[in-house]
């Protein structure tokens, strides 16, 4: 298993959207924790573009920093609204994502199913924005507008994946959906139904242990409910009073457990470490790769970082 970091750790450091002069902040810092993998992102039309337009020096950045991109992660609702017209140019914005990806050398290009859309009575249950920063609103409130239709909805996601896929497939490329608590996609049970119904054999799961705790899944369990239709997995504790994302050990996870089931499965794929929420980030992730070491070194396991 090769252990790395997500962009998660950038944006905690330097907000959201980062600048590109941050992003390459974060590789030094990356690189000083002693991480050769990481996870990079395109935060919306205007951080995307800057990091396509940038892509050379920061591809310089990476090598200079002996640090290799495995994952890109594509932020756009627009793939998923209601708007021809803006999917239209959001889907146009993922191949551009696309062609990033494939310049950086990435193996998989990652994407979310969003919130549903609804009229939220107080915090959507997942805020990325510039004004509200990085935050999870653990109760939330709605109310269904009167031409709200389910399978509308479910249809237009199949349909974005369906595209994403394929574009994705031109270039070699896996795609992966990232599971997100209030989300469409947020469960183990939701995940499958959207793998086959989108009916592509590069689409698959990103396995995430903090949101799957969240919702209230055993992860062990839910190892073994995707058993061969994930190909990259973000590790983080939880309480599932909330949904944060913790330091391994600070939570009710069991990771003795979650990696025997790994190494019961002979899983040689990426563990992004993806914590956030504290105030001593550097601390959480040098204790999480601690952590990790000592469970491979008990259960007789390879970790590569």
């Known amino acids: 298993m090769k252990i790395s970091i997500t962009y998660l750790y950038t944006i905690f450091r330097y907000g959201y959207p980062p600048d590109f002069k941050d992003d390459l902040k974060a590789l030094t ?5 002693g991480f050769h993998y990481l996870e990079m992102e395109g935060l919306g039309p205007r951080h995307l573009q800057s990091v396509h337009r ?9 090598n200079d920093s ?37 310049f950086l ?3 998989t290009l990652h994407l979310a199913s969003y919130a549903p859309p609804v009229r939220y009575l107080g915090g959507r249950p997942y805020q990325l924005d510039d ?3 990085y935050a999870f609103a653990n109760h939330s409130r709605i109310h269904i507008p ?3 239709e389910w399978d509308q909805v479910w249809g237009r996601l199949v349909k974005s994946c369906q595209s994403c896929t394929d574009i994705a497939a031109q270039h070699g490329k896996t795609v992966i959906m990232e599971p997100r608590v209030g989300e469409v996609i947020c469960t183990v049970d939701s995940l499958l139904r959207l793998m086959e119904h989108v009916g592509r054999p590069n689409f698959k799961a990103n396995f995430d242990t903090a949101h799957f705790s969240a919702q209230r899944e055993n992860v062990p369990l839910a190892l073994m409910k ?10 983080a504790d939880n309480n599932p009073v909330n949904t944060e994302h913790l330091p391994l050990g600070d939570g009710i996870i069991d990771w003795m457990e979650f990696f025997r089931v790994l190494k019961t499965l002979r899983y040689d794929g990426y563990l992004g470490l993806d914590l956030g929420m504290t105030k001593s980030l550097v601390q959480a992730y040098r204790r999480s790769l601690d952590r990790i070491k000592a469970l491979a070194s008990d259960l007789k396991f390879k970790v590569e970082i």
Do not use: M, W, Y
């Open 29 to 33: 810092e990356i690189h000083k924790l």
């Open 54 to 62: 940038n892509r050379v020096q920061l591809s310089r950045a990476l």
């Open 66 to 102: 002996d640090l290799r991109v495995h994952n890109f992660c594509v932020v756009d609702p627009d793939l998923v609204g209601t708007s021809q017209a803006r999917f239209d140019r959001a889907l146009d914005r993922f191949k551009l994502a696309a062609e990033l990806g494939d």
């Open 105 to 107: 050398g990435a193996e």
């Open 131 to 133: 004004n509200a920063g």
């Open 146 to 148: 009167r031409k709200f």
């Open 226 to 235: 995707l058993k061969g239709k994930f190909a990259n997995i973000h590790i």
